[in-house]
């Protein structure tokens, strides 16, 4: 698992998404502007690279794999778009639900007919927070209610959903 962030120019952290296993990331020359954005392994992770003039080379050697590129590029416009829709269309409590369902299934926690799940990730608040696009203190009430409710608790990395259902419906549009 992999934790994408930007930094501000002021220095401040958002994190913006996880990655599993397989994910590719990564900036793209002569499309992406010099961002501050910086990757972070939260576990034990094998990662590889290729430097932008060898990408280059392959995808003139290899034109089958652009159709792969372009694919995993749409995907990327997709999950980002999407991120927005939910800023503008759910509320916090939703946006949080999501970003723990989310969560869940990178873990391969969410079981098939099974209504609870548990995982542990190195994540705080604030990165929650980041990835549901709200603050800190603002996760944390939230995620005291969810507790409260019975729904989900996160204590130190650790995730229980206690009610895989109940977390799902939350995730409705306002």
Do not use: W
């Not at 576990?43 to 280059?56: G, H, M, R, T």
């Amino acid at each position: 698992m992999v934790k994408i962030s930007a930094l501000s120019e002021g220095g401040r952290e958002l994190a913006m998404e996880i990655l599993a296993a397989g994910d590719i990331f990564g900036s793209i020359p002569h499309v992406e502007s010099g961002s501050a954005a910086y990757a972070e392994a939260v576990e034990k992770s094998l990662v590889s690279s290729i430097d932008c003039s060898s990408f280059a080379s392959l995808l003139t050697r290899k034109p089958e794999l652009c159709e792969v590129f372009v694919r995993l590029l749409g995907e990327k416009v997709a999950r980002t778009q999407k991120k927005l829709e939910d800023v503008v269309f759910l509320d916090v409590q939703g946006r949080l639900a999501k970003v723990l369902l989310e969560l869940a299934k990178k873990t391969g926690a969410l079981k098939e007919g099974i209504n609870q799940a548990e995982f542990s990730i190195s994540l705080t608040h604030k990165d929650l927070g980041g990835m549901a696009a709200t603050t800190r203190e603002t996760t944390t009430a939230v995620l005291n209610r969810f507790k409260k409710s019975g729904i989900a608790e996160v204590e130190r990395g650790h995730v229980k959903i206690y009610d895989v259902q109940k977390l799902k419906s939350l995730v409705v549009e306002i």
